[in-house]
Each structure stands twice: as structure tokens, then as C-alpha cells.
């Protein structure tokens, strides 16, 4: 089964509306059709004039957010059809910073997912585990807490819309990468869950890395047979770093 290759950039909380002009500037002339699937994660006040911009061209444009609700008193957040309105494909969700910092929970999860597909958005689901629990043999136990919870309420024919990132915390903004073993390792952990719902559908969805990934390591890690793709952080900041992420992407 050929899954063609998907690469986002999460932006975090960088770049200001005009910043993210700039690096279009670079960035979208260097970009065609072929090749990997492109997609922008810029924050909230840049992500209207990034999808502006990148209509009409082959570069998609997500969130990094989304509450499971269309609208209502729930102050600060942002709804599916609010991201529809301006433009946007997807929205990443789960991110390990939102459960850290911000309280993002498996539950929520468990509504975002199903909501964002339903919408007609492409959600990208994070999952991984952190150092401690990677040293206490917990890897496993936590991704299929997480990867079941998460996609517990989505229907099966469905699964081939979500998009998983496997992100080991300890891996994200550090410069420690897993090793190669490591990440195909828990990548074919996930598809194996995955199999478990539906194994046919499990074949079909793309399970990206992410973790301090640059130009220098990616051609590695995405020539990986379970991993389909990167989350880069860091290294999405710079048009040209970005660019040659992109670039090393297997051919579908
Ligand atoms: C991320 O933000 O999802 C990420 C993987 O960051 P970095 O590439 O900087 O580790």
C-alpha cells in the first residue's frame, strides 16, 4: 500500500503575520504538486493570511488547535467551522505541549477527533510518550492509551482521515532524535493498533515522526516503512530548512 508522504510544519507560537509572508515569499516558489504532501501550522494571527496565500497552491494550511464545539461560551477558543471560514484543511490536535501546558486531555480528544472530521477538517493526532515513562517501559502502554482513547468515538470507515504524529516528548525541541529503531519501532506499534480497528483502513493512514527532525536526519527517518511523513518544529522555522525536509521525502 503506497501512502504518499506528508510533512507539517508546526510553527508553535512563532512568526507574526508578517513573518509568515516572508517565509511564503520563499517558501511557496519552491513548492509543486508532486512530491510530499505540505502542510502549514501557523498560529492563530497568522493563520488566515497563510491560508489566503497558499490557496490555489499545493501547500494545505492547519491549525494547531480546535475545540469540539461549533460555538457558544467558551471563551478563547476556536471552533471547526470558525477554521472553515478562512480557509483551513486540518487542524493538529493533542499536541504534547497543549497536554502539558494548556491541560489537553485524552477525553477532549476523544471529542476534537471525531469533531474535526465530521467538520470536513483533517485532524493530526499526536501522541507519544515522555522520558520517564519511555525509561519505565511505559512506551506501549501509553500510546495505546492514548491512540484508542483518542479515535475511541471516530467511525472506522473514517480512520484514513486522521493523520497520526508519533512525538516522543523527551525528542520535541530537545535535538535528541529517536533513533531510527526507536521511531519505526512505536510507528508500527500505532499501525498495529490501528490494525486492530480495521486492518485494511490501518494500511492507508499516514503515521508521521516527530522530534527534533532537520534536513540532516529526515532523509533517514522518512525512508522508514511505517513512517509516512514529519512534524518538524524547530526546523520548519526557516523556508529553506523546511524545504529540504520536503525535499527528502521518498518519492509515494
Ligand atoms: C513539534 O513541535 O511537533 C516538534 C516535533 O518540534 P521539534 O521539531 O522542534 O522537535
Known amino acids: 500500500m503506497s501512502r504518499r508522504p506528508y510533512v507539517a510544519a508546526n510553527w ?40 489566503e496565500r497558499c490557496a490555489g497552491t499545493p501547500v494545505r494550511v492547519a491549525a494547531q488547535n480546535m475545540f469540539y464545539e461549533d460555538s457558544g461560551a467558551f471563551t478563547g477558543e476556536v471552533s471547526a467551522p470558525m477554521l472553515l471560514d478562512i480557509g483551513v484543511d486540518g487542524a493538529i490536535l493533542g499536541h504534547s505541549e497543549r497536554r502539558q501546558f494548556f491541560g489537553e486531555t485524552d477525553e477532549a480528544l476523544a471529542r476534537k477527533v471525531p469533531k474535526a472530521i465530521e467538520a470536513g477538517l483533517e485532524p493530526i493526532l499526536c501522541v507519544g510518550e515522555t522520558q520517564a515513562e519511555r525509561e519505565s517501559n511505559d512506551t506501549e502502554s501509553v500510546l495505546s492509551h492514548q491512540v484508542l482513547t483518542d479515535l ?55 503515521i508521521l515522526y516527530g522530534g527534533s527532525v532537520k534536513p540532516g536526519n529526515a532523509e533517514e527517518l522518512l525512508a522508514l516503512p511505517d513512517i509516512d511523513g514529519a512534524l518538524v518544529g524547530g526546523a520548519a522555522l526557516d523556508p529553506a530548512d523546511f524545504g529540504a525536509i520536503v525535499a527528502a521525502a521518498p518519492a509515494e
Open 12 to 51: 508553535k507560537m512563532n512568526k507574526t503575520a508578517s513573518e509568515a509572508d516572508e517565509f511564503l515569499d520563499a517558501f511557496l516558489p519552491t513548492q509543486t504538486a508532486d512530491g510530499a504532501e505540505v502542510v502549514l501550522c501557523p498560529p492563530w494571527l497568522a493563520l488566515q493570511r497563510v491560508a
Open 152 to 206: 475511541a468515538e471516530i467511525h472506522t470507515d473514517d480512520l484514513a482521515k486522521v493523520v497520526i504524529a508519533y512525538e516522543p516528548v523527551w525528542a520535541i525541541g530537545t535535538g535528541l532524535t529517536a533513533t531510527p529503531d526507536q521511531a519505526q519501532e512505536s510507528c508500527e506499534f500505532i499501525r498495529n493498533l490501528l490494525r486492530s480497528r480495521d486492518p485494511h483502513k490501518a494500511e492507508q493512514v499516514r
